[in-house]
């Protein structure tokens, strides 16, 4: 692919802020930083060379983004996933687009990790009875030697399967499309039928939206945990809540959510056996900063001519494998 | 060690009882079992061969151990440490004692491991503000790269140190003396001042009784968190929770404690930033079948005049490191 050529004069770069800004300080003097907002941003767009989505959570550049004439020869997001903003008219224009591989694949598999061991050493249970004063003695699960499927082959499933494999896990690792090591869409039945524990890690594309619906949840063991730390939409929720309502499954953990945040009247707060938690997998102390960094040195790249990293395959919604 | 002789008629095997008694249908015909409880322990002692201490809370044999006359020749206890049962009588007689060396080590390494990851990942808050239904995003610590201090040198601290590492957290293991790929006592504040996780794991001696004081947590940097899977009495409680209380140290998690189990009453359970779980760490489930399965092959073995495993130094209070 060939990368985008800057222009000569000072590039304009269009920040679709959220707080806190990103540190962009070592670009003082080489670019011209402007800022934008869900409301400004359709008419700061046309005079941008590169956006920078650091508001992963917006959905205002699906909505903002030109049809025809000028806009950002390329585009940048604070996030793994680019779901929240791709559209056809992003997609078929020559816009880069790039993503924040790499930032989030060990701050995720070691959240998986703690999910793991939480629910089978029974530790939410353990923190009830704290509350309540009461020593009632349980036994907990031995995680070494149990069956995991984690279901998405980027960096970030292939993490969460290191640190698995380390906790001596036996685990498969099922991506779009098979190859050493990783198996594919037509195993993934066969795999979760098995598995103590399944995870989900891959990106929201038309192919995995709603993967995970009542059929499948109706294929896991009763004492399987489904863990979901890659986008709401690849769990059909209601689903979800009903395997867990019925038995089907023993336990569930959200870390993503169709609608985030979570209101507090969703009744996703209170469906047994489901641990809900604030979409913060990734986020360890220093992200923000190793985001901004990522952007600088992607950007240095940009400017110097050198070809761009982390470029998104747009026609299926991520960065392609190597 | 020269190992007791099995006498000619069919020996005697006092259980001391705890629910549910332990699978013994394999000695059957080969061995008069006869059982006790607290009460009827002093008054049986003298008449067995074999003394099994199932119930591994009670501190009746270290109260019913006979000073002269006749006695169990041996004494397997379905449990990791021996302080529970030990007497000068005990030590002085020529009775061997034998313990559960090797089934707990997993078990407690991945409780450790759940212990360590749902603090940095602040999973007992993320519960709290489910139950509030609450969104509230925080940032999460990364364990790769963090610090660890296990102390007992072990079997189970190895086994925590080996789980730790997996986990690319630095570990250094402390011991009773030093020797090659253990650091010795005097070591202990210099890696405990450096240290993200504080880990209990020794057997319970006269030399490590109260070894986690004030003075120490003092040495503790402000971020560090203190774990006990080793006994109580390892740590001085009531430091322990001033400690806390004044924010020496980021938070700590007991599974043992000085007196078990903890009543309704204690103050430990609300004790700010402590998680209290009821001396689970080791029991996963199927734990009794191991013990139970573990002293039958001893058992085995003494039965055939083949030298007993697990035999524990009774001076010192454990079975000697390899």
Same mark, same amino acid.
């Given at each position: 692919m060939?990368?985008?050529?800057?222009?000569?004069?000072?590039? *304009?770069?269009?920040?679709?802020?959220?707080?806190?800004?990103?540190r962009?300080?070592?670009?003082?003097? #080489?670019?011209?930083?402007?800022? /934008?907002?869900?409301?400004?941003?359709?008419a700061?767009?046309?005079? /941008?060379?590169?956006?920078?989505?650091?508001?992963?959570t917006?959905?205002?550049?699906?909505? /903002?983004?030109?049809?025809?004439?000028?806009?950002?020869?390329?585009?940048?997001?604070?996030?793994?996933?680019?779901?929240?903003?791709? +559209?056809?008219?992003?997609? =078929?224009?020559?816009?880069?687009?790039?993503?924040?591989?790499?930032?989030?694949?060990?701050?995720?598999?070691?959240?998986?990790?703690?999910?793991? !061991?939480?629910m089978?050493?029974?530790? &939410?249970?353990?923190?009830?009875?704290?509350?309540?004063?009461?020593?009632?003695?349980?036994?907990?699960?031995?995680?070494?030697?149990?069956?995991? +499927?984690?279901?998405?082959?980027?960096?970030?499933?292939?993490?969460?399967?290191?640190?698995?494999?380390?906790?001596?896990?036996?685990?498969?690792?099922?991506?779009?499309? &098979?190859?050493? $090591? @990783?198996?594919g869409?037509?195993?993934?039945?066969?795999?979760?039928?098995?598995?103590?524990?399944?995870?989900? =890690?891959?990106?929201?594309?038309?192919?995995?939206? $709603?993967?995970?619906?009542?059929?499948?949840?109706?294929?896991?063991?009763?004492?399987?945990?489904? @863990?979901?730390?890659? #986008?709401?939409?690849?769990?059909?929720?209601?689903?979800?809540?009903?395997?867990?309502? #019925?038995?089907?499954?023993?336990?569930?953990?959200?870390?993503?959510?169709?609608?985030?945040?979570?209101?507090?009247?969703?009744?996703?707060?209170?469906?047994?056996?489901?641990?809900?938690?604030?979409?913060m997998?990734?986020? *360890?102390?220093?992200?923000r900063?190793?985001?901004?960094?990522?952007?600088?040195? !992607?950007?240095?790249?940009?400017?110097? $001519?050198?070809? !761009?990293?982390?470029?998104?395959?747009?026609? #299926?919604?991520?960065?392609? $494998?190597?």
């Open positions: 060939t990368p985008p050529v800057p222009p000569a004069s000072r590039p *304009t770069l269009l920040v679709l802020d959220a707080d806190p800004l990103p962009l300080g070592r670009l003082t003097g #080489r670019v011209r930083v402007e800022h /934008a907002d869900a409301t400004t941003l359709a700061r767009l046309p005079d /941008a060379d590169v956006l920078l989505v650091w508001d992963f917006s959905h205002a550049v699906r909505e /903002a983004w030109p049809g025809e004439g000028p806009r950002p020869r390329w585009v940048h997001t604070a996030s793994a996933g680019v779901d929240h903003l791709m +559209c056809p008219e992003l997609t =078929a224009s020559d816009t880069v687009v790039t993503n924040a591989r790499g930032v989030f694949d060990q701050p995720i598999a070691e959240y998986v990790a703690a999910l793991v !061991l939480a089978a050493k029974d530790l &939410p249970r353990t923190l009830d009875l704290q509350r309540a004063r009461e020593w009632r003695h349980r036994e907990g699960q031995q995680v070494a030697g149990t069956r995991a +499927c984690v279901v998405g082959s980027g960096p970030i499933g292939r993490a969460i399967t290191r640190t698995l494999k380390a906790l001596d896990v036996t685990t498969a690792l099922v991506g779009r499309v &098979p190859r050493t $090591g @990783i198996h869409p037509d195993d993934l039945d066969r795999l979760i039928a098995r598995a103590d524990w399944v995870i989900a =890690a891959a990106p929201l594309t038309e192919r995995t939206r $709603g993967m995970f619906d009542l059929r499948r949840f109706g294929v896991m063991q009763p004492s399987a945990r489904f @863990i979901n730390v890659g #986008r709401g939409q690849l769990v059909v929720t209601e689903a979800l809540a009903e395997a867990l309502r #019925r038995r089907w499954i023993a336990g569930a953990a959200l870390d993503v959510f169709e609608h985030e945040p979570l209101g507090p009247d969703s009744p996703l707060w209170e469906v047994p056996g489901l641990l809900v938690s604030p979409h997998s990734g986020d *360890t102390v220093g992200w900063d190793r985001l901004g960094t990522q952007f600088v040195e !992607l950007y240095e790249r940009w400017e110097a $001519g050198r070809p !761009l990293l982390n470029v998104v395959d747009k026609q #299926r919604g991520y960065v392609p $494998g190597r």
